[in-house]
């Protein structure tokens, strides 16, 4: 056993024993303690859970690695994540908080009708399923360099270990398990990001040093056939108008999420649920501000290690994570003079953008510890959200489906439970083959949730808090449209079912496509509202009493 490979068991080891132990400590059997942790979680706890539970596989593993190749356009996804935020915060939250309950279907149900509320839970399933698929893969990364394992393998690990304490513990064990999480995640991805600064710049602040290495960085891209890392709109295909519409994309579909807006129903009052979404704000931007960092340092330390080097001179590290797959290096070339990210390009270097955060300490030329670190920290972060997605799985087949259309008759909370505890069950099942062979990397897989979630959730929720007239009609008519218009232009453009063009209309891509998608859902929700009957007198009342603070007394909890 090499030393990497040592450290790497003493961290996941030690990190998934505290979970598992929090797991079991928070054990639940009703549904209440399953769904939204008996509605009693402390405000900055709720937050801290909130960015573990945001800062998927796609965040950790991915973001900096797509930065690092992107460039400024990468920011897309810093300006995306973090500004639907504030939108979730300040538009959504407390609203959603105020009228209580369990789950966003849920919620339409009692806003629209009981049609819309299984139109919403069917979306709210695709869009986990997706997004749930980039952290299998993520965490099948992880167990497949560091532990030895080919991808398959890793990802069924991952899955099983998931599985086990999301169904044990519920919302209540997820909760406070993701606050162990976020502690390791965040020291995992901050200290190699500082030991990297440090040795490199002599700074050992990543967010600012890693300007002094900009121009270097820029001189080299070019020198292996990529564009200037600073360049604007160079790094995505449809320019300035895709930029924008990634970024309102992941802003509408962060606002949009299940399993972000569930959060908020855990917390003790409508006022922590407001601060809940400033909290995790504040823990998501120590990651998300130290992101462009790790991917310029990075791609640097890559191409100073190849420049000038033969095939058999090249790094260690490239033979290692070439056991993956994830790293390739073209046949017959003799000296590396052309790195790319992408397989068709032909380049003698290829690398996964998703390998690079991970194998930072790595080509930074850490010791093994820190490299064991971020392997744990990896796992935190694809543990952490694909736990939160299952349960929104789980509660929209049984608490959305199954109670509320199947058994109308009534359910035990028993029967609720072992519902919800297999649709668990399934859809890991189906996404350990999904993520092995996942459409795109995994910040790209998770993007598309967004979408999903942008051109489904955030317009049906917008118009029912802030707008009376909208009716069961309208938003089934509008949800079905955003959500069916934008699936089918991704698998258009995607590798997915066995087709795809990968023809970007008008230069939108895949990731940028939900913004489109939520503006036709808002046109046909509020065309379609107006021609037809208005909502009913106690809905429109119901619309009233959440929008607007109730009179109290002095010293009332709010």
Known sequence: ??????????????????????????????????????????????????????????????????????????????????????????????????????????????????????????????????????????????????????????????????????VLGGMKGITYTQVAQYTVLIIAYLIPAVAVAQQTTGIPVPQISYGKILAELDSLSTEFGLHEFTQAFAGRDGGQIDVFLVTASLMLGTAGLP???????????????????????????????????????????????????????????????????????????????????????????????????????????????????????????????????????????SHDLYFRVFKKEGASESQQMLVGRVAMAAAIVIAIFAGINPPAFVAQVVAFAFGLAASTFFPILILGIFWKRANGVGATAGMLTGLVFTATYMIYTLEVFGTGSNDHILGISPEGIGAVGALVNFIVTIVVSKLTAPPSHEVQEMVESIRYPQQRKVGADV
């Open 259 to 397: 399993h972000v807006i569930i959060r908020f129903y855990t917390t003790k009052t409508v006022r922590g649920a407001r601060y809940s979404a400033f909290w995790a704000l504040f823990f998501i931007s120590l990651l998300y501000l130290t992101a462009p960092a790790v991917g310029a340092f990075t791609k640097l330390n890559l191409l100073q290690g190849v420049r000038g080097a033969t095939v058999d001179q090249l790094p260690a590290w490239i033979e290692t994570w070439g056991a993956t797959g994830l790293v390739t290096v073209a046949d017959g070339v003799d000296t590396i003079e052309t790195v790319s990210n992408n397989a068709a390009s032909g380049a003698d270097l290829i690398v996964n953008n998703d390998i690079l955060v991970l194998a930072s300490p790595e080509i930074g030329g850490l010791p093994a510890p820190i490299i064991g670190l971020m392997a744990a920290g990896g796992m935190a972060a694809a543990m952490s959200t694909a736990a939160g997605l299952l349960l929104v799985i789980s509660s929209a087949a």
């Open 1 to 166: 056993m090499s030393d990497i490979q040592f450290w790497t068991f003493f961290f996941i080891i030690l990190t998934f024993g505290l979970y598992i132990f929090i797991a079991w400590r928070s054990r639940v059997k009703e549904t209440k303690e399953f769904y939204v942790a008996s509605q009693g979680v402390p405000t900055i706890a709720n937050g801290a859970a909130v960015a573990a539970d945001w800062m998927s596989a796609a965040s950790f593993i991915g973001m900096a690695g797509l930065i690092a190749f992107l460039g400024s356009d990468g920011s897309v996804y810093l300006m995306g994540w973090t500004g639907g935020y504030v939108l979730l915060a300040l538009l959504l939250a407390p609203y959603l908080r105020k009228w209580g309950k369990f789950t966003v279907p849920e919620f339409v149900g009692d806003r629209y009708s009981e049609s819309v509320r299984i139109v919403a839970a069917v979306a709210a399933i695709v869009v986990s399923f997706t997004y749930v698929v980039g952290q299998m893969n993520g965490g099948g990364i992880v167990f497949s360099r560091f532990l030895g394992l080919n991808l398959t393998w890793g990802v069924i690990v991952a899955a099983a270990i998931i599985f086990f304490y999301a």
